[in-house]
C-alpha cells in the first residue's frame, strides 16, 4: 500500500502540472476526452505498478486494453474526469484498484489539485489523508444527496440515455438533490466519506471504479449492481450507498430497467 501510494503520489505531480498548464486535446469520440496527460501518467504508473504488481495482468484506460477477468488485474484510471481537468474544474483524479478473483484488495483515488488521497485495504478500513473515513448514516432516500454520472454514450440517444433520463425523473422528486460532480472514483469516495449518500451511474469501465468500491465498502457502504446483486466489474449499473438507503434506492433504479426489460421486480415477487 505505501508503495503504490508513492507511486500516486509521484504521478499526481504530473496531473497537478498539466491540470494547470494548456493542453493538448484530442477526441476519442464525440464528447470524450483525451489529453497528453492522460497518456503520461498511464505510462508512469504502468511503469510503477508492474514492478509492485509483477504477476497481475494490468488494465489501463488509455493503452487500449481490453476489460479482462484476470485471476489478478490492476486497473488503473490515469485521469478519471478528463473533461473537468481539461476545464480546469479540480475534482478529477487518479484510480488504482487491484482486484483478485472478483474482488477488490488494494484501491486508492488521489486527487492531487485539492491533495486529497482515499485508500483502503481489505479488512483495513478506509482512510483519506491518513484519517479513517465512514459513510453516512441516513436510512431515508428523501434525505439523502444522490451523486451520478452521465455515460459518453449519452450523444447516441439510445437505451443509455433512456435509462440515465428516466432514472433521474425517478429519482429527483423522492432525494434531496442530485449531484453529477464529473469523477466517478471521486464520487464513490465521497459516498466512502459520507459527503454523498449514494451514487449510481451506468455503463462505467472497470477502472472508473475498481478502487473506490473498496474504498466505499471498507468505510462501511455497499456496493451492488442495479437489481441489488454482488456488483461484478463490467455489470451494466453500479450503485453505491451507504448501505441503510441501499433498498430504496434500489427500487427506483430497479423498476424503469425492469420495466423495460418486460420484467419488472414486482412482477417477479
Ligand atoms: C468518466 C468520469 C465521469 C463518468 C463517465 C466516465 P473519464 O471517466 O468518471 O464522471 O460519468 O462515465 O467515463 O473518461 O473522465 O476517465
Ligand atoms: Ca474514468
Ligand atoms: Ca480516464
Same mark, same amino acid.
Given at each position: 500500500?505505501?508503495?503504490l501510494?508513492?507511486?500516486?503520489l509521484?504521478?499526481?505531480?504530473?496531473?497537478?502540472e498539466g491540470f494547470h498548464?494548456?493542453?493538448?486535446?484530442s477526441h476519442k469520440? *464525440?464528447v470524450?476526452?483525451?489529453?497528453e496527460y492522460?497518456?503520461?501518467v498511464?505510462?508512469l504508473?504502468?511503469?510503477?505498478?508492474?514492478k509492485?504488481f509483477p504477476?497481475?495482468t494490468i488494465v489501463?484506460?488509455?493503452?487500449?486494453?481490453?476489460?479482462? @477477468?484476470?485471476p489478478?488485474?490492476v486497473y488503473?484510471?490515469?485521469i478519471?474526469? *478528463?473533461?473537468n481537468?481539461? +476545464?480546469k474544474?479540480?475534482?478529477c483524479?487518479?484510480?488504482?484498484?487491484v482486484w483478485?478473483?472478483?474482488?477488490?484488495?488494494? &484501491?486508492?483515488v488521489y486527487?492531487p489539485v485539492l491533495?486529497e488521497l482515499?485508500?483502503?485495504?481489505?479488512?483495513? &478500513?478506509?482512510?483519506c489523508?491518513? @484519517?479513517?473515513?465512514?459513510v453516512?448514516?441516513?436510512?431515508?432516500l428523501?434525505?439523502s444527496l444522490?451523486?451520478?454520472g452521465?455515460?459518453y454514450?449519452?450523444?447516441?440517444?439510445?437505451h %443509455?440515455?433512456?435509462?440515465?433520463t428516466?432514472?433521474?425523473?425517478?429519482?429527483?422528486p423522492? *432525494?434531496?438533490?442530485i449531484?453529477?460532480?464529473?469523477a466517478?472514483?471521486? %464520487?464513490?469516495?465521497?459516498?466512502a466519506?459520507?459527503t454523498?449518500?449514494?451514487?449510481?451511474?451506468?455503463?462505467?469501465?472497470p477502472?472508473?471504479?475498481?478502487?473506490g468500491?473498496?474504498v466505499a465498502?471498507?468505510a462501511?457502504?455497499k456496493? *451492488?449492481? +442495479?437489481?441489488?446483486?454482488e456488483?461484478r466489474?463490467g455489470d451494466?449499473v453500479?450503485?453505491?450507498?451507504?448501505? @441503510?438507503n +441501499? %433498498?430504496?434506492l434500489?427500487d427506483?433504479?430497479?423498476?424503469y430497467?425492469?420495466?423495460k426489460d418486460g420484467e419488472?421486480?414486482q412482477e417477479?415477487?
Open positions: 500500500m505505501e508503495k501510494i508513492d507511486s500516486l509521484e504521478a499526481g505531480d504530473l496531473f497537478r498548464s494548456a493542453k493538448e486535446i469520440g *464525440t470524450d476526452l483525451v489529453t492522460d497518456v503520461a498511464e505510462n504508473l504502468k511503469e510503477r505498478v508492474s509492485l504477476d497481475y489501463g484506460e488509455e493503452s487500449g486494453d481490453e476489460f479482462c @477477468r484476470a489478478k488485474a488503473i484510471d490515469p478519471d474526469g *478528463t473533461t481537468f481539461v +476545464h474544474i479540480p475534482f483524479a487518479i484510480s488504482v484498484g483478485e478473483d472478483g474482488r477488490p484488495i488494494v &484501491g486508492a486527487n491533495n482515499f485508500y483502503a485495504e481489505r479488512g483495513m &478500513g478506509a482512510y489523508n491518513k @484519517r479513517r473515513i465512514y453516512s448514516d441516513t436510512s431515508l428523501q434525505q444522490v451523486a451520478t452521465f455515460p454514450t449519452k450523444v447516441e440517444m439510445g %443509455d440515455f433512456e435509462w440515465v428516466e432514472t433521474i425523473k425517478n429519482l429527483l423522492v *432525494t434531496q438533490d449531484r453529477r460532480l464529473g466517478a472514483s471521486i %464520487d464513490i469516495c465521497y459516498v466519506n459520507g454523498f449518500d449514494a451514487f449510481y451511474e451506468c455503463n462505467l469501465k477502472w472508473d471504479v475498481a478502487a468500491i473498496l465498502e471498507e462501511g457502504g456496493v *451492488t449492481n +442495479h437489481l441489488g446483486e456488483y466489474l451494466p453500479v450503485v453505491v450507498s451507504n448501505s @441503510r +441501499h %433498498d430504496a434500489i427506483k433504479l430497479a423498476y430497467r425492469g420495466r419488472t421486480r417477479r415477487g
